[in-house]
């Protein structure tokens, strides 16, 4: 028996919103309203209902570089909606120093992995300044600068 883990499949929007006990017609109303907000004519709101029916949460990976954590804080501190309700039902956030639970390697290990197992699927946030001179001295992350790791995270 191998000790890897075996990954879990992330639930979509609408498993989401079963679970929590909304109906059917409550999501249709959702994406047809969503549909409404982005612009989108009536025939796509069809659509968007199917992709929301079959595609997962969107895996965000949040980079911090120069800055003071102040988004972060803001974002935590959030009262509508609050926080676990977004990170733990609308999106996965996969990677962010922040909120994170692992360190070091681990946590290295966590964005190499979505940034492979999600390549082109994933959202990249990045927070603060990335240093372009002095060979990127001013922040550096595990041996890499931030301009490295910006680089490779956007890249794919």
């Not at 639970?101 to 390549?119: I, N, P, R």
Request: hydrophobic share 35%; proline share 4%; charged share 20%.
């Amino acid at each position: 028996m191998s000790n890897e883990l075996v990954p879990m499949k992330q639930p979509t929007y609408y498993e989401e919103v079963i679970r929590k006990g909304y109906s059917r017609r409550d999501f249709l109303q959702f994406t047809s309203m969503m549909a409404a907000f982005i612009g989108l004519e009536n025939s796509a709101a069809g659509q968007l209902a199917k992709a929301m029916e079959t595609q997962p949460r969107t895996p965000v990976i949040w980079l911090h570089f120069q800055e003071c954590t102040c988004c972060s804080e803001s974002f935590i501190r959030s009262s509508h909606p609050i926080v676990a309700d977004i990170l733990l039902d609308k999106i996965s956030l996969d990677y962010t120093e922040t909120l994170m639970a692992a360190s070091g390697f681990q946590a290295d290990k966590c964005l190499q992995d979505t940034m492979t197992k999600y390549k082109g699927k994933y959202i990249l946030c990045v927070e603060g300044s990335v240093p372009m001179g002095a060979d990127g001295v001013y922040c550096m992350i595990g041996g890499k600068t931030s301009l490295q790791i910006l680089e490779e995270a956007s890249e794919k």
